[in-house]
């Protein structure tokens, strides 16, 4: 089920990420630090379905979904920097 959310959230996030695009983008790329999360991709969610098992599945994704926003906000930034005149 968890993975059934995700990919819904992931498909919709695309779906919004293209619809975005307006024109061409000119300039130079800043190049983004990526921070691992520290959990590996297989760790990410467990099979278990006891209380504790959910709860640590909860976690790491909370984990992931930080990455995400921090990531988001440097690409935004990145992308910020670049569009500025003159750079």
Request: aromatic fraction near 4%.
């Amino acid at each position: 089920m968890v993975i059934a959310i995700l990919a819904i959230v992931g498909l919709g996030w695309w779906w919004v990420m293209g619809n975005n695009r307006s024109g061409s983008v000119t300039g130079t790329a800043t190049p983004v630090t990526v921070a691992n999360s520290g959990a590996p991709e297989s760790a990410i969610v467990s099979t278990g379905t006891s209380n504790s098992d959910l709860d640590q599945d909860m976690s790491n994704i909370d984990v992931q979904l930080s990455g995400l926003s921090s990531d988001s906000a440097n690409v935004n930034a990145s992308v910020a920097s670049s569009s500025q005149p003159g750079q």
